[in-house]
């Protein structure tokens, strides 16, 4: 975007060097109460790339929000060169009633590009693809493990079709880079379809604030900042690599009952380990559970009482492993 160029969102025209809060108007609570959604622009005076930085795609996802929230407070995002577009809830209605979903159910990043006449996650993607998405070049979408399952740092993006993406997950440098396959109406899958590199950052358990993987996001964040050339301020050296896992799948119950877990996050597992038991709530009987791969456990399942089928541990297998298994 050249330097002379306003940027034009909600009505709005931002010049170069400005910085704007701007809110989309939603729609309205059944008492009449305005839903909106605040949006930050930031903008340098040298021209550059379009970052977006959002969260709260899901209400109960609070890690993302915390992360955006502290670049903001903690001034970090002053761009040299470029704009940035940082959202730091989409989804108001579900942060307001601790809800992964809006009140009709529907989940947001199922609902793209959305539709003005449609649901209203279908409306909320709609609003945010009319007005925010024609703006921006890169970004990254900050996610939550939900319902009582918890993830460890990870950045999951499609790795080796374009050198873009893989250059950003590079710079992010997450201590987890998962390869994953795009999926239809979500917002990294609409992005793709538009040419635009959307990577999303996974980091610990809803409604549970998780203070590593929100210091992670911030340091990946100042690093593509970086990387782009954006900022001029040092960003923050990884602790160590990424280790980059093309296939990652969940063990899942076998039998019902009470599920206790004899590894954590961020764990390596052999296969042929055993990893937990299922047990009888009476006390008959109980099952060890022993793991079919190797691999590194990036999620965990924290509820107790599992039935068959519920996700237990999430193991993803590193590139260098890849053909051992």
């Given at each position: ?8 969102i909600n ?7 400005e910085r ?7 729609s309205?609570l ?11 622009i930031?903008?340098a ?7 977006l930085?959002?969260a709260?795609?899901h209400g ?16 970090l995002l002053?761009?040299?060169?470029g704009?940035?577009?940082a959202?730091p ?29 449609g649901?209203l996650?279908?409306?909320v ?6 007005e ?9 979408d900050f996610?939550?493990?939900?319902a009582?399952?918890?993830?460890y ?7 080796g ?9 590079t ?7 998962l390869?994953?396959r795009?999926?239809?109406g979500?917002?990294?899958?609409t ?23 929100i ?14 050339g ?23 119950a ?7 877990a004899w590894?954590?996050?961020g764990?390596?597992?052999?296969k042929?380990?055993?990893y937990g038991?299922?047990?009888d709530?009476y ?5 060890r ?12 399942n ?23 298994q």
């Amino acid at each position: 975007m050249p330097a002379t160029d306003s940027l034009s969102i909600n009505g709005l025209t931002i010049n170069p060097g400005e910085r704007v809060l701007t809110r989309l108007v939603i729609s309205k609570l059944p008492s009449g109460t305005v839903i909106d959604v605040p949006v930050h622009i930031i903008r340098a005076q040298k021209p550059g790339p379009v970052l977006l930085l959002m969260a709260g795609m899901h209400g109960d996802e609070v890690n993302g929000i915390e992360t955006i929230r502290r670049l903001l407070r903690r001034e970090l995002l002053q761009p040299t060169r470029g704009s940035i577009v940082a959202i730091p809830i989409l989804n108001i209605y579900g942060f307001l009633n601790f809800s992964r979903e809006v009140p009709d159910g529907k989940d947001v990043n199922r609902s793209f590009p959305g539709h003005p006449r449609g649901s209203l996650a279908s409306r909320v993607a709609h609003r945010f693809m009319r007005e925010v998405m024609p703006l921006v070049d890169f970004g990254i979408d900050f996610h939550t493990g939900g319902a009582a399952r918890a993830n460890y740092p990870q950045l999951r993006c499609v790795l080796g079709e374009d050198d873009v993406t893989d250059d950003l997950a590079t710079a992010f440098c997450a201590p987890f880079t998962l390869h994953a396959r795009l999926r239809s109406g979500s917002l990294r899958a609409t992005a793709h379809a538009l040419g635009k590199s959307i990577i999303v950052y996974e980091t610990g358990e809803s409604l549970r604030l998780d203070e590593p993987g929100i210091e992670e996001a911030i340091a990946g964040t100042l690093r593509v900042l970086h990387y782009l050339g954006m900022s001029n301020a040092p960003s923050p050296a990884p602790a160590r690599p990424s280790i980059v896992c093309h296939r990652h799948r969940w063990l899942r119950a076998r039998y019902a009952g009470l599920f206790r877990a004899w590894v954590k996050l961020g764990d390596f597992v052999e296969k042929g380990q055993v990893y937990g038991s299922v047990s009888d709530p009476y006390g008959l009987q109980s099952v060890r559970l022993e793991s079919p791969m190797s691999g590194y456990v990036i999620g965990f399942n924290n509820m107790p009482v599992v039935n068959q089928g519920d996700a237990l541990l999430h193991l993803a297998v590193p590139a260098s492993m890849s053909n051992e298994q």
